[in-house]
């Protein structure tokens, strides 16, 4: 297997930005700079992970469809049943792939990946493919289609667009439009309805899912969505206590239940209110200030046995999203918070983990943890 470095040296860093909360108070104020839990992404490790989707985006088998058929006429391919995102074996890995490649596209603008990127999102974006994709969505039967890791991916995707500012990504905004309409009226109806959360480490998991809904709510100004959220967050998570985080992880998760419910909260709560809160929910985080190695035990990474086996090959993929959401978790607490030190060792430790193991040797990660990499070595977390 070759390993994929990320000199920490090179390449510019992604920007630090404030995440609002309900108080008004960012839960990054007065915390300072914080080393970062990974190597940041620069473009030769861009290149490599942009690549990844390349190969994959409009890639249609193997592909595993969730599909209710409800007429023979139902049975039809991928890439007629959902035109822009059929490839990368399943919708929401799609869907972040061209994340991926918007993303990149917008840190690396004159990257020699950007014109084979520009062409693969011209092909995905056009009106008629996202018309299709948005009567996909309103078919009978698909009331739960991709709820809620791929429509969040997808509201991901839209803010991702949102930020970039050139003439192409505001054409692929406009045109995106439509299904990122569908998909938050359906995610603002789904979430009072919902009334217990999820808690599993795959893809129904509700706490990561809030997250992307919440930063992609802050930035297309959806105060609807982000009241919604609000809401969820005093229902399903304010009164928790004692997450169960030696229960973790799970033989296929690629999500912490319990980080990932922090790294929710951490956007919601103010630093101070926040800081309380964690006492309350992680009381195992240790206080002091020991050796690294000490810090870090109390959480290490998961074990991955066999990387082409699809399931078991989730762990990767649990590294890289528990390094982020430790990350994040630090930037949630107060600038003198004690708790702050063991939270990035211990992210950098998974950061490390995992990181070399994104090469696409296996299409079972290659088709996915390439973003996951990205997230994490771009601080999209902590962006609003």
């Not at 839990?37 to 690549?51: S, T, V």
């Not at 890639?59 to 822009?84: G, M, W």
């Not at 959360?197 to 100004?221: K, N, T, Y």
């Amino acid at each position: 297997m070759v390993a994929v470095t990320l000199p920490a040296s090179a390449g510019p860093r992604a920007p630090l930005a404030e995440a609002t909360s309900t108080s008004g108070a960012s839960s990054a104020a007065g915390s300072g700079e914080l080393p970062a839990a990974a190597p940041a992404l620069d473009a030769a490790a861009a290149a490599r992970f942009a690549a990844l989707a390349l190969k994959c985006l409009h890639q249609e088998y193997p592909n595993h469809i969730s599909h209710t058929l409800n007429a023979d006429s139902d049975a039809r391919p991928p890439r007629e049943l959902t035109p822009a995102f059929y490839g990368c074996l399943d919708w929401h890995s799609d869907v972040h792939g061209h994340w991926l490649l918007v993303r990149v596209m917008r840190l690396f603008p004159d990257a020699a990946f950007v014109s084979e990127a520009r062409a693969a999102i011209v092909r995905s974006l056009t009106p008629q493919n996202i018309a299709a994709e948005t009567a996909y969505l309103r078919g009978p039967g698909r009331a739960s289609f991709e709820r809620p890791y791929g429509l969040a991916w997808l509201l991901c995707l839209a803010a991702e667009l949102r930020r970039a500012d050139d003439a192409d990504a505001r054409s692929w905004s406009a045109t995106l439009a439509p299904l990122e309409s569908e998909i938050a009226a359906r995610l603002e109806s789904y979430l009072p309805k919902l009334y217990y959360p999820i808690r599993i480490g795959e893809h129904d998991q509700s706490a990561f899912s809030l997250g992307l809904m919440w930063d992609w709510a802050a930035v297309s100004g959806d105060t609807q969505m982000r009241a919604a959220l609000s809401d969820a967050a005093q229902r399903f998570y304010r009164r928790d206590r004692n997450c169960p985080l030696a229960y973790e992880p799970s033989g296929e998760d690629f999500l912490s239940p319990c980080l990932a419910e922090a790294d929710f909260m951490r956007r919601v709560l103010a630093p101070a209110e926040f800081a309380r809160w964690l006492s309350a929910f992680l009381p195992q985080i240790p206080r002091e200030r020991t050796a690294s190695a000490d810090l870090t035990a109390w959480l290490p990474p998961g074990v991955v046995t066999d990387r082409a086996d699809p399931k078991l090959a989730h762990i990767d993929g649990l590294n890289l999203s528990r390094a982020w959401m430790l990350e994040g978790i630090a930037h949630g607490l107060p600038a003198h918070d004690p708790r702050r030190a063991a939270l990035l060792a211990t992210a950098a430790r998974h950061a490390a983990a995992a990181l070399p193991a994104v090469t696409g040797e296996h299409y079972e990660g290659g088709h996915w943890l390439g973003t996951f990499a990205v997230y994490l070595t771009s601080q999209a977390g902590l962006q609003p």
